[in-house]
Structure formats: C-alpha cells, structure tokens
C-alpha cells in the first residue's frame, strides 16, 4: 500500500486580525488603520469610486504583488459557474475594466450572462472589494489603446492563441506563437500587431459594491453601496 502523505490540518488554520491581540475599535489591523470601515466613508458619486482609489492606491504603495488583480466570477449557458484571476486595466465612474478574448471560456460565458463578479483580495492588508453588476463590451477605441499600450510580445501572445481552446502541446504552442511573430515581421520589432477581431475589453457596470475591512475575533467590517432606481443606498452589513 502507497503511502498517504499527511494532510494539512486545514481546520485549524487561522489568522488572528487586529494587531497585537486587542479588540474593539482601538484593534488596528493590517491596513494600520483603528478607524473602523463605515458607511459613510462611501462619499462621491459613484459612491464606491473615491475609497475604491484610495485603497488600490495603498495597496500599490505597500506592495502587494499585482495589486490590479482581481477574482472573476462568471456563469456559463448551463448555470455553471468559474473563476479565474484577471488584472483590471480601467476604473471609471462607469465601471472596472479588463481584457480577454471573447471566444475564450469567460468571453462565452459572458454572451450568454452577460452579469459578472470580480474580488480584490488585499489579504496582506486585511481588505477585500466586491463588485457585482451586468457587463457590456467597451468601445473599439478603448481596446485599441490599451492594445497599444502592450509589450510586443503580449500582442504576439494573444494573436496566437486560440485561448480556452485545447492544444496538444507546449512545443505546438510556441510553434503558434513563432509563426505569428514571423507574420508580422518578427518577434522583437517589425509590422504593428492588430488587434484580433475575437479580443477586447468589458466592463463591469457595478450595481453592487462591497468593502471589506478583516478586524479581530471576525468581528470584520463589511460597507456596501447598491444601486437601485432612486440612487445609491448605503449600507453596513454584519460579517
């Protein structure tokens, strides 16, 4: 009989928030902040945007690696749903953007559903923000200048993959990517890569957004901004 290597214990483990052990509102956590997260933090309109940059901001200045990474939940034609991590390369008033290719896994799902959520999990500072809303493609000019703003090599990328679509193997995929970079003249300069008729940006339009603040003994902090037909309702929500 092989050998079973020993799990990890997962149930126990944990990590105490707020520093040093103390509670209440004089417990600062990770984001260095005693101040405890609040409705009324969420100011402007949209509400979310002002504290949203704000903390994409301090998440910059402390380092956390990718910072514009976020979780992306979308569901399929048949109810299913997946998730998967995508940088966000646009914040608005109107929305978060990221880039993709519309034949690829999430680009299907989202014809079908077109409504999608996305996580910035901040561990490292003890934060989170949820957004959750219905998603629309952007303008052409919008993806041709971020498709600009791409290393030669990303654009290469992209144009060569048939993405979420299955290959046979790594070796046929650099084949791919070499024959690409040889059509546009090759891999390091030569003729501008287009952008491909099947890649682009979308846009989440938030009708939900969530703040999440971690604060010791789980007693965390959670601020949401929902959007309804009057406005922007505001709102503190037990952890």
């Known amino acids: 009989m092989q050998h079973v290597k020993k799990l990890v214990d997962l149930p126990s483990m944990r990590v105490s928030y707020g520093a040093g052990g103390r509670d209440g509102d004089d417990a600062a956590g990770a984001d260095g902040m005693t101040a405890n997260l609040d409705p009324s933090w969420l100011t402007g309109e ?3 945007r002002d504290l949203f940059g704000s903390w994409l901001a301090e998440a910059v200045a402390a380092r956390i690696p990718e910072p514009n990474a976020m979780v ?6 048949d109810g299913r749903p997946a998730t998967r991590t995508v940088l966000c390369k646009g ?4 929305g978060i953007v990221f880039f993709t290719g519309y034949d690829s896994q999430k680009g299907r799902a989202l014809t079908a559903n077109p409504y999608a959520s996305a996580t910035f999990p901040w561990i490292a500072l003890e934060r989170q923000v949820h957004f959750r809303g219905p998603v629309v493609r952007v303008d052409p000019t919008e993806t041709q200048r971020y498709w600009d703003s791409r290393p030669r090599g990303s654009q290469l990328s992209a144009y060569a993959s048939a993405q979420s679509r299955p290959i046979d193997s790594r070796a046929d995929l650099e ?3 070499a024959a690409t970079a040889e059509r546009f003249g090759g891999a390091e300069a030569g ?3 287009p952008v491909p008729e099947n890649w682009g940006g979308y846009r989440i339009e938030p009708e939900i957004v969530e703040f999440w603040q971690g ?7 959670r601020a949401r ?9 505001l709102e503190r929500l037990q952890p």
């Open 72 to 77: 992306l939940g979308t569901v399929d034609v």
């Open 191 to 193: 003729d501008p890569v």
């Open 175 to 177: 084949a791919a990517a």
């Open 91 to 94: 914040v608005s008033d109107a």
């Open 225 to 233: 901004a929902v959007r309804t037909a009057d406005g922007w309702q």
């Open 215 to 221: 604060r010791a003994n789980r007693l965390h902090n």
């Open 46 to 48: 949209p509400p979310w």
